[in-house]
């Protein structure tokens, strides 16, 4: 049988996964598919050895042959490591881009809370998840925040999880992603220092990839290449010149992702101002620096976030 061309490729890709969500709410509620991932590894800024490593993986789906010719073969799975915001989801949907394949992101969290809550048909999801990954084109697996009874989606510390089941659950759910031979499978944590041991033993997570952005260069390059992203839809020149290595070095808790908003929410206000009738002028440093303060005062209003050894 000829090869499906790419377009057949995602439409079947859909057409199966809509199939499994039907049957199993868990998942539906828990995991979102992109059938044409577009986040290219260029896109994100800094974190040079991260990049390298998706890199390497994406080997395994467009150069197996590669792996056979220098006598090896690529991890069962990569485990990005990192706190929030620093990019481990972009990494992960970089290697769906690089190696042509689908994107299946996973709610570790809200997939545990949807399990117990619904109870029942576990067997059942076990089974039609390994027999629809099987059935479909090549997909790159993302097991988002594997230490989910620490997750801030589920309200931080759960100690009320039934951890034993859960755990059974998830370790099962992953060694048959695993085990389909053109399913490429990453997992995140932003709590390394607590996951279970039992996601690392061989044949799961054996490769950990530190994801810990160099303060201020990475976060610096990724703040241009949102700048002209930016400027490029516009169609016109938004910023003014912004001394970013500066504006970086003077604040060093927010993440990348963070920085990346307070872009975000200073050209939003600067949009607000315009259509109010103001002459806006563009960005311009104290702008940003406006917009950092603004987060840093909410921010005091919340619980700290948990902390965490990276390795």
């Not at 377009?7 to 709410?25: G, I, P, V």
């Not at 990954?133 to 790159?140: K, S």
Request: hydrophobic share 40%.
């Amino acid at each position: 049988m000829p090869p499906l061309d790419r377009d057949t490729r995602r439409e079947r890709a859909q057409n199966l996964w809509a199939s499994l969500e039907r049957k199993h709410t868990p998942l539906a509620k828990a995991a979102v598919l992109d059938t044409a991932p577009q986040v290219e590894v260029e896109q994100i800024g800094g974190l040079a050895a991260a990049k390298e490593e998706v890199l390497t993986y994406a080997c395994a789906a467009t150069n197996p042959e590669v792996y056979a010719r220098w006598g090896t073969f690529p991890p069962s799975g990569l485990l990005l490591i990192g706190r929030t915001g620093v990019g481990k989801t972009l990494l992960a949907g970089a290697l769906a881009t690089r190696s042509g394949t689908s994107f299946l992101r996973i709610d570790v969290p809200r997939l545990v809370v949807e399990v117990v809550h619904r109870g029942g048909q576990v067997g059942e999801l076990l089974e039609g998840w390994s027999q629809t990954l099987a059935e479909m084109p090549p997909v790159t697996v993302f097991f988002e925040e594997l230490e989910f009874v620490r997750a801030e989606e589920i309200g931080s510390r759960r100690p009320d999880l039934p951890v034993g089941p859960i755990m059974d659950f998830l370790l099962d759910l992953v060694d048959r992603a695993i085990a389909i031979e053109h399913t490429l499978v990453v997992g995140s944590t932003a709590h390394p220092d607590t996951l279970r041991t039992a996601f690392l033993t061989s044949g799961r997570f054996e490769r950990l990839v530190e994801v810990n952005p160099i303060h201020p260069d990475d976060i610096v390059e990724a703040l241009r290449i949102h700048q002209l992203a930016a400027e490029k839809r516009a169609g016109r020149r938004l910023f003014d010149a912004i001394d970013w290595r500066a504006v970086v070095s003077r604040y060093q808790e927010p993440s990348t992702g963070e920085w990346i908003r307070v872009l975000h929410a200073t050209l939003r206000r600067k949009a607000r101002c315009e259509a109010s009738g103001e002459d806006e002028g563009p960005v311009t440093t104290a702008d940003l620096e406006t917009e950092v303060e603004r987060l840093r005062a909410t921010r005091r209003h919340l619980a700290p976030p948990g902390g965490g050894i990276y390795l």
